[in-house]
T-cell receptor
Framework: ELKVEQNPLFLSMQEGKNYTIYCNYS?????LYWYRQDPGKSLESLFV?????AVKQEGRLMASLDTKARLSTLHITAAVHDLSATYFC?????????????FGEGTQLTVNP | DTGVSQNPRHKITKRGQNVTFRCDPI?????LYWYRQTLGQGPEFLTY????????KSRLLSDRFSAERPKGSFSTLEIQRTEQGDSAMYLC???????????FGQGTRLTVV
């Protein structure tokens, strides 16, 4: 059974600081997704990482994928309050025909002034 | 708006009642997924359709749950004899093909009292 673990689960940081969220998964996969969720809202797609070594950046967020280590990172640069949200990584389960996503527990990020 | 649409957005029901949710996917997307999300957790896969065929169901989908996608367009998720443990956000997502990005709807928040 595919397991996806994120850490930390809770992150409180000051504006202007940098930090990294980690996503580990337990079985072979070469597709990993990062989503953002605001309280009471649905999931907004941030990044789709489709191969080993993939790196994508959008604004203050950068995501990378190491399929050999089964690890993805979401790096936050010079955080601002608007980034406060819960961030989920999700892995495409290649063991099933439907390619359903298995999600991590989420990292609740709070950026303080 | 060409995104994934879900109705209703909120539903409060008494224990033992039946409820039905609707999802309208992005029009050219063949694949449709249902997920359930409880407070503080990541979404959990329930079931998936390719066109009108329901190809995979999670163990989470008990006999009280049924999903349909007639004609491969919109989908409905019905919960019979609701229980308090069914209270959650029910999310629908669609994607064009296997392994492509899944886009989520706004979700239906179910509260069973």
């Amino acid at each position: 059974e595919l397991k996806v673990e994120q850490n930390p689960l809770f992150l409180s940081m000051q504006e202007g600081k940098n930090y990294t969220i980690y996503c580990n998964y337990s079985t072979t996969s070469d597709r990993l997704y990062w989503y953002r969720q605001d309280p009471g809202k649905s999931l907004e797609s941030l990044f789709v990482l489709l191969s080993n070594g993939a790196v994508k950046q959008e604004g203050r967020l950068m995501a990378s994928l190491d399929t050999k280590a089964r690890l993805s990172t979401l790096h936050i640069t010079a955080a601002v309050h608007d980034l406060s949200a819960t961030y989920f990584c999700a892995v495409d389960n290649r063991e099933t025909s439907g390619s359903r996503l298995t999600f991590g527990e989420g990292t609740q990020l709070t950026v303080n002034p | 708006d060409t995104g994934v649409s879900q109705n209703p957005r909120h539903k409060i029901t008494k224990r033992g009642q039946n409820v039905t949710f609707r999802c309208d996917p992005i029009s050219e997307h063949n694949r449709l997924y249902w997920y359930r999300q409880t407070l503080g957790q990541g979404p959990e896969f329930l079931t998936y359709f390719q066109n009108e065929a329901q190809l995979e169901k999670s163990r989470l989908l008990s006999d009280r749950f049924s999903a349909e996608r007639p004609k491969g367009s919109f989908s409905t998720l019905e919960i019979q004899r609701t229980e308090q443990g069914d209270s959650a956000m029910y999310l629908c997502a669609s994607s064009r093909t296997r392994g492509t990005e899944a886009f989520f709807g706004q979700g239906t928040r179910l509260t069973v009292v």
